[in-house]
């Protein structure tokens, strides 16, 4: 084999053991993210079975409950009331002023 065509050969290993290092190196990226994403689920999950429907007050059970076609969450213990997101545009803008006192009294049970 002559010279040049032996650093023909090493410059084709070269090449292909780069791409080889590179196809390694993406591979252990991709199964790396695949790994923090599971454990960011995971963790969310976590949280949300700690937290789902507990008072942010007092830390005690929510119940759902209905008030004028809106569902709220109520605590079982501080009496307290929690909306959704939305719920509170849909309480307030759509309906007429009276309408918006007689709901809230009916709420505080006033």
Same mark, same amino acid.
């Given at each position: 084999?002559? +010279?040049? +065509?032996?650093?023909?050969? &090493?410059?084709?290993?070269?090449?292909?053991?780069? $791409? *080889? /290092?590179?196809?390694?190196?993406?591979?252990? /990226? $991709?199964?790396?993210?695949?790994?923090?994403?599971?454990?960011?689920?995971?963790?969310?999950?976590? $949280?949300? &079975? %700690?937290?789902?429907?507990?008072?942010?007050?007092?830390?005690? &059970? %929510?119940?759902?409950?209905?008030?004028?076609?809106?569902?709220? &969450?109520?605590?079982?213990?501080?009496?307290? #009331?929690? !909306?959704?997101?939305? +719920?509170?545009?849909? /309480? #307030? !803008?759509?309906?007429?002023?009276? +309408?918006?006192?007689?709901?809230?009294?009916? !709420? *505080?049970?006033?």
């Amino acid at each position: 084999m002559t +010279e040049a +065509e032996r650093r023909r050969e &090493d410059e084709w290993f070269r090449q292909n053991e780069q $791409k *080889l /290092l590179e196809a390694a190196r993406e591979a252990r /990226l $991709k199964r790396q993210a695949e790994r923090e994403a599971a454990e960011k689920a995971e963790e969310r999950k976590k $949280k949300k &079975d %700690l937290h789902f429907m507990k008072c942010p007050k007092c830390g005690h &059970d %929510l119940k759902a409950e209905t008030f004028g076609g809106i569902e709220i &969450d109520r605590c079982t213990f501080c009496e307290g #009331f929690f !909306l959704d997101a939305g +719920e509170i545009e849909q /309480l #307030f !803008l759509n309906r007429q002023a009276a +309408e918006r006192q007689g709901f809230m009294r009916r !709420l *505080l049970g006033i």
